[in-house]
């Protein structure tokens, strides 16, 4: 059974038409990203599926029932928000137990509950305190406590990361992927961080201006991608595009090289004179110049090469990916 | 930017200043206490001086408590003012909740036609709310006030809290909704608890005028058993005698329970600041 479908569904607020027939599914215990550029869509998205905004034309199915005209909270789903939006005025528990209680849930159903998710998130010591007295990286994890103590048949997690620093937001990432693991519930999580999409996703969606423009896994979007623009969204640093008239004389397309697929060559076809090189130690990334052209390699291991220097850069073929003008992929 | 509160120099100077606009916005409330424990002589001999053995006399109190039902008048005063208060409180939060968080139809023109009531005094309308009332049969019931002030207060607090009520996390109120709540749970539970110290405000900005009304109560409701405080106290001032030991008596103890309500409403203020809502 799929956790759930969209199908053509349209959002518009005023004369802004915000999302354009989007059409998916969620497998059960799948684990799907939303990815795109800020504005494109992903949280209208997100809030269509919740119920919190309703879908201006087209139908949504959460576990086998179309939910179109169904309150937010009997849609079976859970939130989690960028912005955490606990309850100030409950406690941890208060917080965890607020819905459960809407539900009328017996007692020690909702105590065994608190118990499970707390326990999983390590959220016990806090239980008696209020928001304001806990730090980022707890707040966040009791919003999600707040979303598991639920069992709901569908998690959506809206950025929850992005308030976290760096180290809290690796650890944390891993949290929620052992969380999928343990819970087995489908999840959708909305982000424009791609590390935690390619880390994260069974499925990863690609949206831009409110359309979809490519569904597939991690590997398949990186290896395959469908056009100029998930080619260049997925992988870090991204893409390389160069006119093909740079390298064949003539032609009209685009032709990109991962950063990763350029190598040092004495005869390489491209001519680059490097204007900054990043040393990480394991790898080293060249950024060039090809005639007026910014093209970044990604060299494995240390490499002596400084700023000014000129370079030649090699490239297999089959490793090239071309775009016609549109920025559709030519095969 | 901390720097500035922790030289010691602009500490004094800040208190300093704080300190003297205290002691002039005390002085004439220290003035009318002093005076009203004098005797008549002691009041215009000198009226800055401190109640001695000499000049101690509690006349005026002893007047007050004796002429009219002072205690019915003060009973009214608050009945109206507490009443009109959680009306005005009641009624623009919920007003200001529907124009802040739905959009509908007419959403803009009904929020601008609550506005316009902040520029038009209702005293304009004294008449036609005079003859409103003799029709219902209002005149000289305390409703006949409470109706009225509501009326007064709600435009401008509708406007206040609107503009606060948009700065509460969209988040937060979805959470609810996903969790459950209904609309009227996340007024009351979620969005009430955050607007708080806008809410005081509101309170304060309304409680004094009304306290303190005597155009009103003239009008509306002069009857003996409906008299407010204010105007119970106008017997007191004649034309060519004032009973001055019973006006500052008067006065004094009209004073108190504002200030009850200010001290009430202010720590509400203070304390309403809503750290770790969100993020
Ligand atoms: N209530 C609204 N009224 C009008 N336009 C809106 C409304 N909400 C969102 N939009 C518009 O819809 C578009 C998509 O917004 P959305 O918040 O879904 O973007 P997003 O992909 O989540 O971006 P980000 O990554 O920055 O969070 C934006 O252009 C935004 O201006
Ligand atoms: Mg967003």
Request: hydrophobic letters at 45%; a neutral charge; charged letters at 20%.
């Amino acid at each position: 059974m799929t956790a759930l479908t969209l199908n053509n569904v349209n959002k518009s607020f005023g004369n802004v038409h915000v999302l354009k027939d989007i059409t998916l599914e969620v497998e059960e215990g799948e684990f799907v990203v939303f990815v795109g550029p800020s504005g494109c869509g992903k949280s209208t998205l997100l809030r269509v599926i919740a119920g919190l905004e309703d879908a201006s034309s087209g139908e949504i199915n959460i576990g086998g029932q179309q939910v179109n005209l169904v309150p937010p909270s009997k849609r079976g789903i859970a939130m989690v928000f960028q912005s955490y939006a606990l309850y100030p005025h409950l406690s941890v528990r208060g917080n965890m137990t607020l819905a459960l209680k809407q539900e009328k849930q017996p007692k020690s159903e909702i105590e065994g509950r608190v118990a499970k998710a707390s326990r999983m998130l390590n959220l016990e010591p806090y239980l008696d305190r209020y928001p304001s007295e806990l730090s980022g990286g707890q707040r966040q994890r009791v919003a999600i406590g707040r979303a598991i103590v639920r069992e709901p048949k569908l998690f959506l997690f809206d950025e929850p990361l992005s308030n976290l620093d760096a180290a809290l937001r690796m650890n944390t990432r891993i949290e929620i992927a052992n969380l999928h693991r343990a819970l087995d519930a489908s999840m959708i999580y909305v982000t424009h961080d791609q590390t935690e999409a390619m880390t994260l996703a069974d499925k990863i969606v690609v949206l831009r201006d409110g359309r979809v423009e490519q569904i597939g896994s991690p590997m398949e979007l990186y290896n395959n991608p469908a056009n100029q623009f998930v080619a260049g969204f997925l992988g870090s640093p991204s893409m390389n595009f160069l006119p093909e008239a740079l390298i064949q004389e003539s032609g009209q397309n685009t032709i990109g090289i991962r950063p990763e697929d350029l190598f040092l060559s004495d005869d390489g076809p491209l001519a680059a004179r490097v204007s900054h090189v990043e040393k990480l130690g394991g790898d080293t990334n060249v950024i060039a110049k090809v005639q007026d052209h910014d093209v970044t390699a990604r060299l494995f291991g240390q490499h002596a090469i400084a700023e000014g220097q000129e370079l030649r850069f090699g490239y297999a073929s089959e490793k090239a990916y071309r775009f016609n003008e549109a920025g559709q992929r030519l095969a | 930017m901390n720097k500035a509160r922790h030289n010691p120099l602009n500490m004094v100077a800040m208190h300093g200043a704080l300190i003297l606009y205290t002691l002039i916005a005390l002085f004439p409330v220290f003035v009318i206490l002093i005076n009203s424990f004098k005797s008549r002589r002691a009041i215009f001999r000198e009226p800055l001086a401190l109640p001695n053995a000499d000049s101690f006399s509690m006349i005026g109190y002893e007047t007050v408590m004796k002429q009219g039902d002072f205690f019915l008048y003060f009973q009214n005063s608050m009945i109206v003012t507490v009443a009109s208060l959680s009306f005005i409180l009641l009624f623009g939060a919920m007003a200001a909740y529907a124009l802040s968080e739905y959009q509908f139809k007419g959403n803009l023109i009904m929020g601008l036609y609550l506005a316009l009531g902040i520029m038009i005094p209702i005293r304009i309308g004294t008449v036609a709310i005079l003859e409103m009332m003799v029709a219902t049969g209002l005149v000289n019931s305390l409703w006949a006030l409470i109706l009225v002030y509501t009326a007064q207060g709600l435009p401008l607090a509708v406007f206040i809290l609107s503009e606060f009520m948009r700065q509460v996390s969209d988040d937060l109120k979805n959470a609810g909704r996903i969790d459950g709540l209904s609309e009227y749970t996340i007024f009351f539970r979620l969005v009430l608890p955050l607007v708080r110290p806008a809410m005081a405000t509101v309170a304060v900005f309304n409680m004094i005028p009304i306290w303190n009304d005597l155009w009103f109560p003239l009008i509306l409701a002069p009857a003996e058993e409906t008299k407010t405080l204010t105007l119970g106290s106008q017997v007191f001032i004649g034309q060519f005698v004032t009973d001055w030991n019973a006006v500052l008596s008067a006065l004094s103890m009209a004073i108190l329970p504002v200030l009850v309500l200010y001290v009430i409403f202010s720590r509400q203020l203070i304390r309403g600041i809503t750290s770790g809502a969100v993020k």
